[in-house]
């Protein structure tokens, strides 16, 4: 079992809709991270969050935004994303820069 | 610009025939190389880091290990369930520490 925990496990919304994955993490790391990863591709980084406050953002559209409440949650909220979006969700969280991240099992997004 | 490469890009196996996979970087100043294992649809499952030349990690059927430029993972004797796609990664030089990582290596271990 993976000690980063992500919900919900699947998600289908229209280009309309306003959803949010949430992820949890109880292991005291201070560092988070959002990946988008698609078919046969590896992670690919969105946001990271380094004690609660969001310090790198890799020119992500508006249509996500990250926000982290406190040091174990950290949420992506989603609006009016396009088809192109349907992709796995991945949360990841790491001890401290040059540590390995662990990762959930991710959100899997399909965009009608 | 920060690079790695794994190969082979896929590797197919009989049960039992032990095999490498490579992971090659260009990356200035390596703070540590990482290994993962990921399933489909799964999220990627940390094997094992490594931080200098000579390092060698253990796990089961897997030894990691690492040059200057590259790192290896083993597979001694594998087995089915030792299929799933094998990723690296490296710290981003400059002193950030976002992983770049490579394209993975697809494994499957046939019965």
């Known amino acids: 079992d993976t000690e980063v925990t992500q919900t919900p496990k699947h998600l289908v919304m229209g280009m309309t809709n306003k959803k949010s994955l949430k992820c949890e993490q109880h292991?005291?790391?201070?560092?988070m991270y959002w990946y988008k990863q698609k078919a046969k591709k590896p992670p690919e980084l969105m946001f990271v969050?380094?004690?609660?406050?969001?310090?790198i953002n890799e020119s992500v559209p508006s249509r996500f935004s990250p926000e982290c409440p406190n040091s174990s949650l950290l949420n992506l909220h989603l609006h009016a994303l396009q088809p192109e979006d349907s992709a796995l969700y991945l949360c990841?969280?790491?001890?401290?820069?040059?540590?390995?991240?662990?990762f959930g099992d991710g959100t899997r997004l399909s965009i009608l | 610009e920060d690079q790695v490469t794994q190969s082979p890009e896929a590797l197919r196996l009989q049960e039992g025939e032990s095999s490498s996979l490579n992971c090659s970087y260009t990356?200035?100043?390596?703070?540590?190389l990482f290994w993962y294992r990921q399933d489909p649809g799964k999220g990627p499952e940390f094997l094992f880091t490594?931080?200098?030349a000579g390092e060698e990690k253990e796990k089961e059927r897997l030894k990691a290990t690492l040059t200057k430029k590259e790192s290896f993972l083993h597979i001694t004797a594998p087995k089915p369930e030792d299929s799933a796609t094998y990723l690296c990664?490296?710290?981003?030089?400059?002193?950030?520490?976002?992983?770049?990582f490579g394209r993975g290596t697809s494994l499957i271990v046939h019965p």
């Open positions: 490594l931080y200098s």
């Open positions: 990356v200035s100043g390596l703070r540590g």
């Open positions: 990841a969280s790491s001890q401290s820069r040059d540590q390995p991240q662990h």
């Open positions: 969050y380094s004690y609660e406050k969001l310090s």
């Open positions: 990664a490296v710290p981003r030089s400059g002193g950030s520490y976002i992983p770049t």
């Open positions: 292991m005291g790391h201070r560092a």
